[in-house]
């Protein structure tokens, strides 16, 4: 709260004090568009309907509040429709199949001038009908090497806290398996950029994730072989991940940029992947970018993952999502970018401008069926 007085009064100077030399506020308005269907929902067991369509609007304000200060203000609205969690219950239509969430960001950035190094916190947190979660977090950005090299390190911590719905026909059984209704995840990131030369620079990263606590899906069922009721899915209270990243950029000329990214991840639960990112950026005029879009995602199954009927009755731990499962699977698609320079008047006495546009179609498509259409856009305005 003390964070938004200060921009409000920031805000409401008058246009005769300092804040006119101020740097202008960036506001960046997103909304996206999300459609997929396949058939192999973790919610009926690793059969059935995963149709589903999201929409999604974000909205980021940046206010610079002195020459070394930035005040972030990060909110976003999704909302649903879902044929896969409406089979929670057995009457089709029912509430489960649409959801809202709701999510906000506040964080402060400072500039150290002497060395130019970067320091940044923030809080926030999301609310939906089945999840309650807030979080905290921290980064530090340090250049060095006349502005050749730079170290960046974040971290973040999320505490969540599930509200427990079980599937229709599971709620009146005991559930010994569910011992708690919290989760709590931690993210350390370490990244490290250089530039090799004017046309070519790389970032190299690192990470460390644990999570602890409910990391099942209450509303996940998983059936057996020979037995003719489903168990809720049942995984372990803690799991660590490990990813590794590689990124270059070139500059091929004035027009064309190649932006490479390699990925590889491995966890506790046994699952090892890879990823593979390829964006072309060129430029055909001043004002207008188009850039190809290609993914390639392998990965290795965890070790808890088995179909539909597929566990062993005695096995401890047992997931049919298909999230899990070993995979192939590709994204293509196409960005669009525009650099309007058009000018909104906001007062007799100050312009804002609209700095940017931009357009990303993506169609997704994996080795177990499901597709998936995604649209964004995003517009950019300094006031």
């Not at 568009?33 to 929902?41: A, L, M, P």
């Not at 057995?90 to 130019?116: F, H, K, M």
Request: proline share 4%; aromatic share 16%; net charge neutral.
């Amino acid at each position: 709260m003390l964070l938004l007085a200060g921009a409000g009064r920031l805000c409401a100077q008058s246009p005769s004090d300092s804040t006119q030399q101020r740097a202008p506020i960036d506001v960046n308005f997103l909304f996206h568009y999300y459609q997929q269907d396949g058939d192999h929902s973790a919610v009926t067991g690793g059969i059935g309907t995963q149709e589903l369509t999201d929409y999604a609007s974000h909205l980021i304000v940046v206010i610079p509040v002195d020459t070394v200060g930035k005040l972030s203000v990060d909110a976003a609205v999704n909302t649903y429709s879902s044929a896969s969690t409406d089979r929670i219950d057995n009457r089709v239509s029912s509430a489960s199949s649409n959801d809202i969430r709701a999510a906000i960001q506040l964080g402060w950035e400072q500039e150290r001038t002497s060395d130019g190094a970067l320091f940044g916190w923030g809080m926030g947190g999301s609310v939906e009908s089945d999840y309650l979660s807030t979080n905290i977090e921290g980064s530090w950005y340090r250049p060095f090497g006349q502005g050749q090299d730079a170290f960046f390190l974040s971290g973040q911590a999320f505490f969540d806290r599930w509200v427990l719905y079980f599937p229709q026909e599971l709620r009146d059984t005991v559930q010994p398996l569910i011992t708690t209704d919290r989760r709590f995840s931690y993210n350390l990131e370490f990244q490290y950029q250089r530039i090799i030369n004017r046309r070519l620079n790389l970032a190299l990263s690192a990470g460390l994730s644990l999570q602890d606590g409910l990391l099942s899906t209450p509303f996940h069922r998983v059936y057996f072989p020979g037995e003719g009721q489903a168990r809720i899915e049942h995984l372990p209270g803690r799991r660590w991940k490990w990813p590794l990243g590689l990124r270059l950029n070139y500059f091929a000329g004035s027009r064309w940029v190649l932006r490479f990214a390699y990925r590889y991840y491995f966890d506790s639960f046994g699952i090892r992947a890879h990823s593979l990112d390829f964006e072309a950026p060129f430029r055909l005029t001043p004002g207008f970018s188009f850039w190809p879009i290609y993914r390639y995602h392998w990965q290795q199954a965890s070790t808890y993952f088995a179909p539909y009927e597929g566990h062993s009755p005695d096995a401890r731990y047992y997931t049919s999502d298909y999230d899990l499962a070993g995979l192939e699977s590709q994204k293509f698609g196409l960005g669009l970018q525009f650099t309007p320079l058009w000018r909104l008047r906001l007062n007799p006495r100050r312009l804002g401008e609209v700095s940017q546009a931009t357009i990303r179609i993506v169609h997704y498509r994996r080795g177990d069926g499901l597709r998936a259409w995604s649209v964004g856009t995003s517009w950019g305005l300094k006031l």
